[in-house]
């Protein structure tokens, strides 16, 4: 039995935070050695930060990255005897990589740079990054004197190889290059590598951690192997949350895994391992051994160190059964932490959210209901980090324990039922609920008089006064009219949270809470500034169905029995008269459901459908429709969004969670100006349908969307 123990770990890197960084990451690599790890693998970009983005093409970027490294070489104890693998990035020959540095006794082993970009998605490394497109080749890399000064080299080599011990081989894969079709550790398992590393910048996404780590598996389950995956883990600094799940593989079977969210800072695990599981594995395999009879060999790089114990007291841990989290799980504990990193480090004191008594404001409450509850745990478990936090957010001196979730969020949440002569007693009362569910203080504001106001300043230069559609307006007018109340909600908004905390006569201000859900959005279903501008949006990339499935599990399993009441609700704005004969509803208005908008959603995102491939798709899918139908609502979905892309310019900065999320500024790069016509998609459509049509079982009237119908823009 050859047994080793290896570390890894989820680290809360923040972009260009490097004094917060060097410090997580030294703790890390002491927590691994006092764990007895002879290896210890940390996150992509870990000493800079991985979302430093156009910061990577500043020159001090690197210098500082240079100054990091220099700290931890410095110190004769923390390379000792132990295999230290970080990631920064690396000018050479006036080239920039993305690259793992290997140390070891105060000395640079080898630099290995990332062969495969990530571009797509959210991923731009090709903008800073140039891929190692240069396979089993080293060249040398001269040092800068700040580190030369230090370790005693001058250069040291920087390619596509292997690091050698004295007992086994060890070598890298750079997160995308785990997902493309011929990743790295097929060629180099098969050249003798045993020992497989992954330092990543891996963002959650629902659903996605089980494709992650069927690669992971997949990786050494055909042909054995150990594989490492060590990811950062929180929000640092962007739309992102990194969703951690470090975790050690041997076989294609787990035996350590991390948690996906968290709010510690830095989370080491550790494996032992027997590398002879592995030996026995791939000798038994002959068509794998014939295989690496035919690879080319790798450079190498020697390191004199032995990985392996030299007693029998460190016996393999047992497999392990992997933990995943259900989506609405994942909507609750995701968007919690990613809030908690965002008010910790912005500086300010809590946040205010505009709390409708409908379901996208229920769902934000109860993830920042969720996120007090985080912190009440985290607290109880002697987390020093958080107890600090927790006591400067809310200027609460150093005796103060908080215990209550509830007690929690009344010290930094903040919430408001802003409601109108068009608002319900019913939304009225399940805001006030939901606020006493939760802990928030709670307040409740009459707009009628400031939106009035804006009535009055229009007569001053017409004599003509708009009007509801229930009090015979045009659709013009009455579009206007409920706008004004939107967007004053949303200056009423900003200005409470710049008050509210000044009335308790604390310092500080909060953040304001959006809670446009990502269907909406897409369908421009919202008004332009209104309460879905706002400084974060932690619902924002998650669709209406996901919601509601979230908050059924905050009900039943989170102690907020009261947002369960929003399920059964009519999703309505409130920004029109109700009558005896019409209550306003979402649906009605955007003329289509939730479902489809999903549907939609995903088909032209994901799928990437343009009009035609949409409706194609959609006959095929849902043959209980006939095609006019289908054609109608696929027209009016394309006219709907090409007349209000534009809003998506400027939505609130949102929690990434789905894949067909119309994120403007970072995810989903397209035009805001559309012919909405859609001329010959539309034509090309109709045609279709036209031959669908003279199959004798089907009849087939086409109907373009009402082109007069408004949206609130």
């Not at 132990?82 to 006794?105: A, E, S, T």
């Amino acid at each position: 039995m050859k047994t080793v123990t290896l570390a890894t770990c989820n680290l809360n890197q923040w972009a260009m935070d490097f004094k917060g960084n060097l410090e997580r990451i030294i703790e890390s690599i002491n927590i691994a050695k006092s764990k007895g790890a002879k290896y210890r693998l940390g996150p992509e970009l870990e000493i800079c930060g991985y979302g430093c983005e156009d910061h990577f093409l500043e020159q001090d970027t690197m210098l500082h990255c240079w100054q990091s490294l220099a700290v931890i070489l410095k110190d004769p104890e923390l390379t000792k005897d132990m295999l230290v693998d970080v990631g920064m990035p690396v000018l050479h020959k006036n080239v920039r990589y993305n690259c793992r540095i290997i140390l070891l006794n105060q000395r640079i082993y080898l630099i290995q740079p990332k062969k495969a970009m990530a571009m797509d998605g959210n991923y731009r490394e090709g903008r800073w990054f140039t891929p190692w497109i240069k396979p089993r080749v080293v060249e040398t890399f001269y040092l800068p004197r700040i580190i030369s000064q230090i370790t005693g080299q001058s250069e040291c080599q920087i390619g596509d190889a292997i690091i050698s011990t004295v007992d086994t081989a060890i070598s890298s894969e750079t997160c995308e290059e785990l997902f493309t079709p011929n990743s790295p550790h097929i060629q180099m398992g098969l050249d003798g590598v045993e020992i497989f590393t992954n330092g990543s910048g891996s963002h959650h996404q629902l659903r996605k951690l089980d494709t992650r780590v069927d690669l992971i598996r997949s990786a050494t389950s055909k042909s054995g192997g150990i594989y490492l995956y060590s990811n950062q883990q929180g929000c640092d600094g962007g739309r992102l949350y990194y969703d951690g799940s470090c975790m050690i593989m041997i076989n294609g079977e787990c035996v350590s895994q991390g948690s996906q969210f968290s709010l510690v800072d830095i989370e080491v695990i550790t494996a032992t391992v027997d590398l002879e599981d592995v030996r026995s594995v791939r000798a038994s395999f002959m068509a794998r051994c014939a295989q690496a009879n035919l690879t080319h060999e790798f450079p190498r790089v020697r390191c004199p160190i032995q990985l392996t114990h030299t007693d029998y007291c460190h016996p393999p841990d047992r497999v392990i059964h992997i933990n995943y989290n259900t989506p609405a799980e994942e909507i609750g504990f995701g968007p919690a932490c990613w809030l908690w990193d965002y008010l910790r480090r912005s500086g300010l004191s809590g946040y205010f959210l505009p709390l409708s008594g409908g379901a996208d404001s229920a769902a934000t409450a109860a993830i920042i209901g969720i996120m007090c509850q985080l912190v009440i745990l985290d607290v109880g478990k002697g987390n020093k980090q958080v107890l600090k936090d927790a006591q400067r957010i809310t200027n609460s001196s150093e005796d103060y324990i908080p215990t209550c979730p509830r007690e929690f969020a009344s010290r930094l949440f903040f919430t408001a039922y802003l409601g109108s002569k068009n608002s319900s007693q019913e939304t009225r009362d399940r805001a006030r609920e939901i606020a006493k569910d939760i802990g928030s203080v709670h307040k409740e504001v009459n707009i009628d008089d400031i939106s009035q106001s804006f009535n009055d300043a229009f007569s001053q230069i017409s004599k003509k006064q708009p009007q509801f559609r229930a009090h015979g307006g045009t659709p013009r007018e009455n579009l206007a009219l409920q706008n004004v109340q939107a967007r004053t909600r949303m200056v009423l908004s900003y200005h409470l949270a710049s008050l509210l905390l000044w009335e308790q006569g604390r310092p500080g201000s909060l953040l304001v809470l959006g809670s446009a859900n990502c269907d909406e959005s897409l369908r421009g279903y919202m008004t332009k500034y209104d309460c879905s501008s706002a400084d974060i949006n932690p619902i924002g990339g998650m669709s209406k169905i996901d919601l509601r499935s979230f908050i059924e599990w905050a009900g039943n399993f989170r102690d907020m029995k009261s947002i369960l009441s929003v399920l059964s609700a009519t999703p309505t704005a409130e920004l029109e008269p109700i009558t005896e004969n019409y209550t306003q509803s979402d649906e009605i208005d955007m003329g289509m459901t939730y479902e489809e908008l999903s549907i939609f959603g995903k088909l032209r995102k994901v799928n990437r459908c343009g009009p035609v491939s949409m409706f194609e798709r959609l006959v095929a899918d849902w043959p209980h429709l006939e095609p006019s139908v289908v054609a109608e609502k696929v027209k009016r979905f394309f006219y709907y969004y090409a007349i209000n892309r534009h809003k998506l310019t400027s939505l609130t900065p949102a929690y990434h969670a789905e894949g067909y999320s119309p994120d403007d500024n970072r995810y989903d790069h397209r035009q805001f100006l559309y012919n909405s016509k859609w001329d010959v998609q539309f034509e090309t459509i109709d045609k279709i349908v036209l031959r669908l049509n003279q199959r004798p079982q089907l009849k087939n009237t086409v109907n373009c969307p009402n082109q007069a119908s408004l949206t609130q823009q």
